[in-house]
């Protein structure tokens, strides 16, 4: 039996006065990966900020590793190997490639492994090796993506947490984005996965939960919600 | 090999002003001497302001303050008897430093309110910490006046002659010179180092630092405590230049000339700031006196002028003119290259 990376328990938060979140609970097991599903505006970023402690939470517990982590500022989790890829190809933009990189490696424990990240992501994304020099706000859309996910790779990850990777990429890049996912799933490596794309993501999933206006509605194995009929036309809109 | 050549360009232009910045007092009426001195103290003014808010992306309102800060501190330890009979009177004892031990003094305790004030503002992200360094003037020259015994209200108050950087204003010059150079140049480390490393990523996106493991808060704070130290040095270095100390030194004024410089030479490049702060404030101070009511019809005065500049550079040079003719400098080989084909 495989531990747990990440355990969530009745987590709530929101924004001001405005709750988004009514008591979540979810678990991550190490070496798999599990994928929240859920329509626009459900929550799951706000899940995601909250677990990196972006914004605060109002209520519950997080745990890692059997550690409470619920209170720790982000920039502690990420030293302890909880990394996120935000929303929206988060990138330095005034940075060029290869510094991108570098701050990906930020934390202690992954600058002491910098050249063998390095090598692990130039031979997932060898474009990203010809475009060291070149700003990374000039980058296309879908290498800013690569850079992205690369750059999260670089802080040698306990958990990886990857919010809409695939968001806004032509379907060719798309596809590339999930076989990338599926590789470093079959490296081990645990990773969190908030996708809008159903199909893909449960093709791929160990694990899903499905959220609807900040509360999980459904989880199961991603073979079970992909067979269920009436899951799929109640939360995810197929 | 443009990369090189841009850098070959930058050793050669700053060889050159090396060159003439130290050959100039021969040149130059007295006078003259003495505003391009100042103007080096400017200088360490808008190249401090550029390291918060050009390389740290936090918008800095009241830098003149932490110039202010810096200068009465100085001003105070080299003329404790201006405590004498106020609340403070027991600070009348203190015996004065020698005037650089009190000029660095006046970078430290400058420094020590940045810390204060940026532990409690820099927690916060967002308007916050523009809003209050915004209000820091007002409070400041308040309180100048509130407690014009020591600060001596409105004049200000001297230092006296006994205490000036140099005896004539080609000492001055050159003090004024080696400050700025010396002060630059530990500021250049430090973007250049990983700290300013760190202070690009939180300039570019604080949440995104913060996930990859950067305590935002801590070099938000340290950039604005290096920010307010120079600013302190500048100040209280301006004050054994003109043996004065007043507020009207630290006003709104001298804000929106930092602002004007900064943003002209191009904000977060360390090299812009040092030429529009150059340029800015010999035009203002020298090349456009006397401009003021110049015409009764069109109502242009050197503000104007420096608006207007501002406004060109903005449309024409966004990223400012540092970065603008760095991009000139880049293109220049292609052209050359294309020539020597087609000829
Ligand atoms: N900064 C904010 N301030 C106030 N409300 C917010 C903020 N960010 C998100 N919200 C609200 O919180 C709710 C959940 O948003 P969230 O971004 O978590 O959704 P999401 O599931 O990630 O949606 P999407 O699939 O579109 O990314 C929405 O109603 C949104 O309007
Ligand atoms: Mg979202």
């Known amino acids: 039996m495989r531990g747990k990376a990440i355990e969530v328990e009745n987590l709530e938060s929101g924004y001001g006065e405005v709750k988004i979140l009514w008591g979540l609970n979810l678990d991550v097991v190490e070496g798999q990966l599990t994928t929240i599903l859920g329509s626009n505006g459900s929550g799951k970023t706000t899940f995601l900020r909250t677990l990196m402690g972006i914004i605060k939470p109002w209520d519950g517990k997080i745990i890692f590793k059997g550690e409470d982590v619920t209170n720790l500022s982000t920039y502690s989790k990420a030293e302890k190997g909880i990394i996120m890829v935000p929303e929206g190809r988060m990138i330095f933009p005034e940075m060029n490639v290869y510094e991108n990189l570098e701050m990906g490696a930020y934390t202690k424990r992954a600058r002491e492994k910098f050249e063998d990240s390095l090598d692990f992501v130039i031979s997932l994304f060898p474009r990203l090796k010809e475009r060291f020099n070149q700003k990374a706000g000039t980058l296309s859309g879908g290498e800013q993506q690569m850079l992205a996910i690369a750059r999260g790779l670089m802080s040698r990850p306990e958990v990886l947490i990857l919010d809409e990777p695939s968001l806004g990429l032509a379907p060719k890049l798309v596809l590339e984005v999930f076989e990338t996912i599926k590789k470093l799933k079959d490296e081990g490596l645990t990773m969190l996965l908030v996708e809008q794309n159903v199909h893909l993501s449960l093709a791929i999933t160990d694990y899903a939960y499905v959220i609807s206006e900040g509360r999980i509605k459904i989880q199961g194995t991603g073979e079970e919600l992909s067979k269920s009929d009436e899951i799929r036309k109640a939360y995810l809109g197929l | 090999m443009r990369l090189k050549m841009v850098k070959d360009i930058r050793y050669l232009s700053l060889g050159i002003l090396l060159i003439v910045s130290l050959t100039l007092p021969f040149f130059l009426p007295d006078a003259y001497v003495y505003l391009v001195g100042m103007t080096f103290l400017f200088i360490i003014m808008v190249v401090s302001w550029d390291i918060i808010v050009g390389y740290t992306g936090q918008v800095n309102l009241g830098h003149t303050v932490f110039v202010g800060i810096g200068a009465y501190t100085t001003a105070l330890l080299q003329v404790p008897s201006r405590f004498e009979g106020t609340f403070l009177h027991f600070l009348s004892a203190i015996p004065s430093p020698p005037i650089y031990i009190s000029i660095i003094m006046g970078g430290v305790v400058s420094a020590f309110f940045g810390f204060i004030i940026g532990v409690i503002t820099l927690r916060l992200r967002g308007y916050y910490f523009a809003l209050v360094t915004a209000v820091l003037p007002l409070v400041f020259i308040q309180l100048l006046y509130v407690w014009s015994d020591i600060f001596g209200g409105e004049e200000g108050f001297s230092v006296g002659l006994e205490r000036a950087l140099a005896v004539d204003s080609i000492g001055k010059y050159y003090i004024a010179f080696f400050t700025m150079v010396l002060s630059v140049l530990i ?51 301006v004050v054994h230049y003109r043996i004065t100390v007043g507020p009207s030194m630290f006003d709104i004024p001298l804000m929106l000339l930092i602002i004007l410089s900064a943003v ?30 110049l015409s009764d019809v069109v109502p242009i005065n050197d503000e104007v002028i420096l608006y207007i500049i501002l406004i060109v550079v903005a449309i024409l040079a966004p990223e400012g003119i540092w970065v603008y003719s760095r991009k000139i400098i880049e293109k220049l080989p292609i052209k050359f290259l294309k020539k020597a084909k087609t000829t």
């Open chain 2, 187 to 237: 500021m250049y480390l430090i973007v250049r180092s990983s700290i300013g490393y760190k202070f690009r990523a939180i300039r570019d996106d604080e949440t995104l630092a913060e996930s990859v493991g950067i305590d935002t808060v801590k070099y938000k704070v340290l950039s604005f405590v290096i920010s307010s130290f120079f600013a302190g040095i500048a100040g209280a270095c």
């Open chain 2, 264 to 293: 002209i030479g191009g904000l977060g490049t360390l090299f812009g700031p040092i030429i529009g702060g150059f340029v800015i404030y010999l035009m203002k101070n020298w090349w456009l006196k006397g401009m003021v009511g």
